[in-house]
């Protein structure tokens, strides 16, 4: 090897002046498109600058859609009348942990407790009486809820039940707010949960392509240099994006990969070249990412499984029914070990994957013969399994 390692790396100045306001997690201060879903969330909490206690609240909406961003908005002005609890029900998993980062995010330094080494009874109880102090009203929101809820040990109902039994010694009491993007989610609540939390509930709409291409705009204003993409990057970024349930993750994921290769070829702006260059790893990752996203994991690998294995085998397009012969087989003789699904639930799992934008699944008509529902698969056989495979170490 002659010369320095680093010789070939570009010394041309990046495109990008500030990488991290294309990712996805930076929130800006104003978020377009989301001004009617503040208010409808400002207004739902309300009650509680005059001392009540609001109705709990869930929040829908496909990912890449706002959710969390517009809670995080609301939650930095909300008034010091209203102690505000964050929580990610995907980083916080245990009820220790989510007991006792409620109990932190209340408390100055000195009162923290630790986050291992109490009995949970002990927890709740020093939770208990530090909130009869408060006598304030608590948002406690509770990101990706559905993590929590679809637990295998039940962890998720023991603790929203937990949280609602708080409220009859505390006065006025903790109000949940609950972000997920599993519409099912109260099919898995115990009716002793269900039933105390009696809910309000919010819907975030996708992002259509002129929204998403606002979104980028007002990114790209101020984290790509001026004049370093031509006309028409922008809203094929968006189009793009759109195509893929309006999801504004996917959109910046488009433009940061496209300026990333323009600065990798030494480029002075970003064409539409580069987006299109980029398209496929971006929506390789975006299926990948919907993968991981879809509940009932063993459950959604077999079927996946199965959809590959029909495309290895069969035409491009495979009907529902032979998609579920073989998930069945699949079910019975692989290391999953699964009792099958009915029918209609893997017609469920499927509508989802097609939502998600995992797999595209079209109705045709066949006159007096009926319909029959006709799965594509958006990836190649090898990519599927490869993401298939992935996941499988996770179980």
């Not at 609301?74 to 916080?92: A, D, M």
């Not at 972000?179 to 099912?184: C, D, E, F, G, P």
């Not at 094929?236 to 290769?261: E, I, M, P, V, W």
């Not at 998600?356 to 990836?379: C, D, E, P, Q, V």
Request: glycine share 4%; charged share 30%.
């Amino acid at each position: 090897m002659s010369g320095n390692i680093f010789d070939d790396i570009p010394k041309k100045d990046s495109i990008i002046l500030n990488s991290r306001q294309l990712e996805q997690e930076f929130i800006p201060k104003e978020l377009p498109h989301r001004r009617n879903q503040i208010e409808e969330i400002v207004k739902h909490i309300s009650p509680a600058l005059k001392g009540e206690r609001p109705q709990n609240l869930l929040i829908y909406g496909k990912t890449g859609v706002g959710k969390t961003a517009v809670m995080s908005n609301v939650g930095e002005q909300v008034p010091k009348e209203i102690l505000w609890v964050n929580l990610n029900c995907y980083i916080i998993k245990s009820e220790y942990s989510l007991l006792a980062t409620i109990h932190n995010q209340l408390v100055k330094d000195a009162e923290k407790v630790p986050h291992t080494g109490w009995s949970k009874e002990k927890l709740y109880d020093v939770l208990k009486e530090h909130l009869k102090e408060k006598q304030q009203p608590i948002i406690l929101v509770l990101d990706e809820l559905d993590k929590l809820v679809l637990c295998k040990d039940n962890r998720g109902n023991d603790f929203l039940y937990k949280i609602f039994a708080l409220n009859e010694d505390i006065k006025p009491g903790i109000s949940i707010i609950g972000i997920t993007n599993y519409t099912r989610i109260n099919e898995n609540l115990e009716d002793r949960t269900k039933n105390r939390l009696n809910e309000d509930s919010l819907t975030f709409p996708p992002y259509n392509a002129l929204q998403l291409t606002d979104i980028l705009q007002q990114r790209a204003e101020t984290a790509l240099k001026k004049g370093s993409f031509e006309e028409g990057v922008i809203t094929l970024c968006a189009a793009y994006a759109a195509q893929r349930s309006g999801d504004a993750r996917t959109a910046l994921r488009f433009l940061r990969n496209a300026a990333r290769k323009a600065d990798s070829e030494n480029a002075d702006r970003i064409i539409e070249e580069h987006v299109n260059y980029v398209k496929k790893q971006v929506e390789y990752d975006a299926i990948k990412d919907a993968v991981g996203e879809v509940q009932d994991n063993t459950h959604k690998l077999a079927l996946l499984s199965a959809i590959a294995h029909e495309h290895e085998t069969s035409n491009e397009k495979v009907s529902t029914g032979q998609v579920y012969d073989t998930y069945q087989a699949i079910c019975k003789n692989s290391k999953y070990g699964l009792n099958p699904l009915s029918l209609r639930q893997i017609t469920d799992f499927i509508t989802e994957f097609d939502e998600r934008g995992i797999i595209s699944a079209k109705i045709t008509y066949n006159g007096r013969y009926g319909r029959t529902r006709y799965i594509y698969s958006k990836l190649s056989v090898s990519e599927l399994s490869e993401i298939i495979k992935e996941y499988e170490l996770k179980l």
